[in-house]
C-alpha cells in the first residue's frame, strides 16, 4: 500500500498567487523528508530537506524564500510555492527514507503545478 | 559531489527481448545504488538496490543489476521483456551514510507487442 500521499495531486493557478502542497508520511514517523522537482521529460532534482522541528536544507540554487518548506509533524511536509511564476509550473515530488541502512526513499505520487 | 549518467535517453524493444541500460555513476567512495521506475502515471517505484554484499541484485519483476565497482557501474538487465515494462528508468546513488539521493537523467523505455 501507499506509504506516501501527496496533496493536491494537481493545482493550477494564476500568477503571483501561493500554492502549498502536503506530503504525508502514512505509516511511518518520518524525521526527514524530501522535496524533488521533475521538470518534463528530465530528471529529479532535490530541492530540499525538510527537517522535523527545525529549518529546511535547501540546496544549491534553490530560493528558500520562494519554496517555503515546514515540517511540523513527524507525518507531515509542506511546500509552499510563494508568488508563483509560469516557470514554476513543474512536477513536485516528495519522499522519506524508511531505512537506515541502505537509504533506500519511498516517493509521494508528486504535484502537477501548472502556473497560468 | 557525486553524479550519474544514464547513457541511454529512449529504448524501444520488441517484447521477448533481452534489455540492459545502462548506469555511471562519479563518486569516490562507498555509495548505494538504486534503480527505480516509473511507469505511466504512477510514482517512482524501487526496483532495486544495493547497498553492500553480492553485486548482483535481483530486484521486482524479474529485473537484476550488476555492481562493477572498478567501472563505477550499475547496469540493469533483463532477459525477456514485456509490454507492461513501458515506464521510465532511474538509476541513482547516494553516498555511504548520506540520505541525498542524485539521480540519472532516466531512460524512457517502451515495449511493442
Known amino acids: 500500500g501507499a506509504v506516501v500521499s501527496q496533496h493536491p495531486s494537481r493545482v493550477i493557478c494564476k500568477s503571483g498567487t501561493s500554492v502549498k502542497i502536503e506530503c504525508r508520511s502514512l505509516d511511518f514517523q518520518a524525521t526527514t523528508m524530501f522535496w524533488y522537482r521533475q521538470f518534463p521529460k528530465q530528471s529529479l532534482m532535490l530541492m530540499a530537506t525538510?527537517?522535523?522541528?527545525?529549518?529546511?536544507?535547501?540546496e544549491q540554487g534553490v530560493e528558500k524564500d520562494k519554496f517555503l518548506i515546514n515540517h511540523a509533524s513527524l507525518t507531515l511536509s509542506t511546500l509552499t510555492v510563494t508568488s508563483a511564476h509560469p516557470e514554476d509550473s513543474s512536477f513536485y515530488i516528495c519522499s522519506i527514507n524508511r531505512d537506515s541502512d541502505s537509504n533506500e526513499q519511498f516517493f509521494g505520487p508528486g504535484t502537477r503545478l501548472t502556473v497560468l | 559531489a557525486q553524479s550519474v549518467s544514464q547513457h541511454n535517453h529512449h529504448v524501444i524493444l520488441s517484447e521477448a527481448a533481452s534489455l540492459e541500460l545502462g548506469c555511471n555513476y562519479s563518486?569516490?567512495?562507498?555509495?548505494?545504488l538504486f534503480w527505480y521506475v516509473q511507469y505511466p502515471g504512477q510514482h517512482l517505484q524501487l526496483l532495486l538496490k544495493y547497498f553492500s554484499g553480492d553485486p548482483l541484485v535481483k530486484g521486482i519483476k524479474g529485473f537484476e543489476a550488476e555492481f562493477i565497482k572498478s567501472k563505477f557501474s550499475f547496469n540493469l538487465r533483463k532477459p525477456s521483456v514485456q509490454w507492461s515494462d513501458t515506464a521510465e528508468y532511474f538509476c541513482?546513488?547516494?553516498?555511504?551514510?548520506?540520505?541525498?539521493?542524485?539521480f540519472g537523467t532516466g531512460t524512457r523505455l517502451t515495449i511493442i507487442p
Open positions: 563518486y569516490g567512495g562507498t555509495v548505494n
Open positions: 541513482a546513488v547516494n553516498a555511504f551514510g548520506n540520505e541525498k539521493l542524485t
Open positions: 525538510s527537517n522535523e522541528g527545525s529549518k529546511a536544507t535547501y
